[in-house]
């Protein structure tokens, strides 16, 4: 299955807006800049391991969550 750095930006920015968080709101309990997490959620940058756990832990879920919808999402794209 090939790598989608929008998707998993999507995937962030879909989990942030369920929670009712804003980017500033989630970048601050990441502990990353909120011009880095807009990057990351636009698939300009890619996050780093480290990054995407911290982001997990303050969306409540687990990494493994966040790559196991990004996968689904990019096989549900790739049957179209």
Do not use: F
Not at 10 to 33: D, F, H, M, N, P
């Amino acid at each position: 299955m090939p790598y989608n750095r929008k998707t998993v930006g999507i995937v962030i920015s879909t989990l942030r807006v369920q929670k009712g968080l804003t980017q500033e709101q989630l970048s601050g309990l990441a502990g990353i800049a909120r011009s880095h997490l807009a990057a990351l959620e636009s698939g300009e940058k890619i996050p780093r391991a480290d990054t995407l756990w911290r982001i997990a832990e303050a969306l409540s879920v687990r990494p493994s969550r966040l790559i196991q919808m990004a996968e689904k999402t990019i096989e549900q794209e790739m049957k179209k």
